[in-house]
Structure formats: structure tokens, C-alpha cells
């Protein structure tokens, strides 16, 4: 696995914190890609180091379908998630894609995920890492 792209939206701030702790647990070979649902979240996620980054619904559909895992908030599968900011067709296109995917499950409008628990976004990330991305990428 070589290639992770990071989506996100709003502010980034979410992506940011990912492709933070990303960079401190692995070498320079591996490349993160951050998707923007606006510019505003491309930009925060490339101050935290992505490697590469665009914005927008054309940028994700043509580029989930050539990564090896993708990484975000749930509403990235979720047509209209992130107050408008997903459209249908980066939804589809994410949940189509063959990479694997590891959502966060951040509350949505009107959507409550059975049996997740209300674990506060940094330690979230930090079961990411520990549990599922330690042993891919080191």
C-alpha cells in the first residue's frame, strides 16, 4: 500500500488531525492524497503535509478509484452529508471505489450508527492508527 487518500470537508480540520498523525507514524515513501470537499479543507490538509491535494466533486470521483485506501468521516459515503458540501456522486464514487475504508463514525444530521460510541475524534484517530493502519504502513 502505497497511496492514502485523506477526504474531507467544512473546515478540514478533521483531515488535518489524520494526515498529522499519519506523518508521525510512517516514512516519506508513503503517499497522502487530500480531497477537499472545498478548497478551504484541501488547503488545511496540505499545511498538515498531504503530499498532493484537490478540491471538489470531479477531483474525488476521478481519483478514490486509484488509491489503496481511503480514510474520512462517514458522511463521505453518504449522499448530501457535511451540511451539502457530499454530493451524490462523490458518494458513490467513495463507496464504489475498490480501496479500502476506514470511516470515522461522526455524527450525522437525522443518521445514528447502532452501537458506536461517543469517543471523542482524538482517540478515534488514535485506534486508527494503533489498530488497522500500524501494521500497513510502517
Known sequence: MNKICIIDGQGGGIG?????KLREGCDDSLELIALGTNAIATSQMLK??????????NAIVQTVSKVDLIIGPIGIVMAN??????????????ASSPAQKFLLPLLQENVIIVGATAI???????????????SRIA
Open 81 to 94: 452529508a457535511m451540511m451539502g458540501e457530499v454530493t451524490p456522486k462523490m458518494a458513490e464514487a467513495v
Open 120 to 134: 471523542p475524534l482524538p482517540h478515534l484517530i488514535d485506534e486508527l492508527m494503533e489498530k488497522h493502519l500500524k
Open 48 to 57: 498538515a503535509k498531504a503530499n498532493r491535494g484537490a478540491t471538489g466533486e
Open 16 to 20: 488535518a488531525f489524520i494526515i498529522k
